[in-house]
């Protein structure tokens, strides 16, 4: 496995800093069980006074399901760890966890021990099985699953082998589910860890969707189609209406299903207006397109003034380009750890829509600071030798998915082709 070769490499092993309980985004406090806090909410009521060691031997974290695993898991340093034992399993579960109903008061079965009961009451709160996710220009649905745990379904609108039209704008590109998934191994690959993780998953859009649905709106607009297939098309700003109906095969769809990060009321996170935001018009200029010097604007103004702010711009940048991803517009952070922390990379719909040209500009953020992380360009170095070929690597991670193969090879090879233009900017900029 090249996969495990490339974790096993010095440079996929250099230490985080030591995680303190002011750096973990939940503090889980073993001596009373499933007691948890979060910065800036109030504490949970416990469910027992009890000791944290079970009877059958098992501590009260053993017992949580994977995603509330997760969850408790991410600090200020990582959304999850590079060798993390829970990402198989919690990617199964994506895959293929029963999506629940949710028109009742009634539970699911119980799990081995109680979740966190303000944890739990939340989710029962939030618990809309599929249901729209608000906002956004594309349909989005929230998913529950019997143990609590939520996930988002983007489904599949274009085939695998459709390249965007070279004359679409980059707000009206569709957005791929099969490139959420891509993305999220992607970013592993490249040590960045900032993806919530994603898995394919083909769906019965009549048993998991329109059957239990407890949005109106939603299922309103299911329909069968000439062809006998069943179709849906949802309510959302601009790509929900018959003419972009979504049909199963006849009643088959994939879909990506990424894993839900924890609601905004337990752990606040921030949106970042991207400084490299494009102007969305389809005439006027954004201010970088006209500026060279731009950058030294940038490094002026807070909170990319100081600390590892901008260099974290420059690994997003990297992503984005290696996928042509030219919709960057905002980005989140949790608001507990302020300004020392890392970006969130979430909707990465956009990405992988064309593998036989290049877009430049993306790459702008790098051109003009000429600035880099030394662990990041030596990843980068690496990823362009033969025995670590970065196509090779997202080939192998992307074959264990449901839906493999989730990428056309030319996309795959694009990969190899943009990485050497990566690489000839840093080089450029060591130059001057």
């Not at 309510?235 to 049909?247: K, Q």
């Not at 991803?325 to 905002?330: A, I, K, L, Q, W």
């Not at 980068?380 to 997202?394: E, F, G, H, I, V």
Request: proline share 7%; glycine share 4%; net charge positive.
């Amino acid at each position: 496995s090249r996969l495990a070769a490339l974790f096993k490499h010095p440079l996929y092993n250099i230490p985080i800093p030591e995680v303190t309980e002011k750096d973990k985004l939940f503090v889980v406090n073993p001596m009373e069980k499933f007691s948890l806090h979060s910065s800036g909410s109030e504490e949970w009521v416990s469910s027992s006074k009890a000791e944290a060691l079970l009877p059958t031997g098992k501590t009260a974290y053993d017992t949580y399901p994977t995603w509330l695993k997760f969850h408790v898991g991410i600090n200020r340093y990582e959304l999850y760890p590079r060798q993390d034992p829970l990402m198989p399993t919690l990617l199964q579960d994506l895959a293929t966890q029963k999506v629940v109903s949710s028109g009742t008061t009634s539970l699911p079965a119980p799990l081995p021990a109680p979740l966190p009961r303000r944890w739990l009451l939340m989710s029962l709160i939030l618990m809309s099985l599929a249901v729209q996710k608000s906002g956004g220009t594309q349909l989005k649905l929230i998913m529950t699953f019997p143990n609590y745990g939520q996930a988002l379904f983007k489904p599949m609108k274009q085939t695998r082998d459709q390249e965007t039209p070279a004359d679409f704008f980059y707000f009206s590109d569709f957005e791929r589910h099969n490139a959420e998934i891509a993305a999220f191994h992607l970013d592993r690959i490249l040590d960045f860890r900032r993806i919530p993780p994603v898995s394919g998953r083909l769906v019965n859009i009549t048993k998991e969707i329109r059957d239990i649905t407890t949005d109106k709106k939603l299922a309103k607009t299911f329909f069968i189609s000439p062809a006998g297939n069943v179709c849906f098309y949802g309510v959302c700003s601009y790509y929900c209406s018959t003419e972009h109906a979504l049909c199963g095969k006849p009643d088959l769809l994939e879909g990506s299903v990424a894993a839900l990060l924890p609601d905004k009321t337990l752990a606040k996170r921030r949106s970042w207006r991207s400084p490299w935001r494009r102007s969305y018009h389809k005439s006027k200029k954004a201010e970088w397109e006209l500026n060279p010097n731009y950058c030294a604007q940038v490094r002026e103004t807070p909170p990319y003034d100081s600390g590892h702010r901008l260099l974290d711009l420059m690994d997003m940048t990297v992503l984005d380009f290696l996928m042509g991803n030219m919709d960057r517009h905002h980005y989140e952070t949790f608001e507990k750890f302020g300004n020392d922390t890392f970006l969130l990379h979430l909707d990465n719909g956009r990405g992988f829509g064309t593998h036989s040209r290049d877009e430049p500009s993306i790459l702008a953020p790098l051109q003009q600071c000429c600035s880099i992380k030394k662990s990041t360009y030596l990843r980068l170095q690496l990823l362009a030798t033969k025995p670590y070929r970065l196509s090779d690597l997202l080939r192998e991670a992307l074959a264990t998915d449901p839906l493999s193969p989730v990428l056309a090879e030319p996309h795959l090879q694009a990969l190899d082709r943009r990485l050497e233009k990566v690489l000839a900017v840093v080089g450029h900029c060591l130059a001057r």
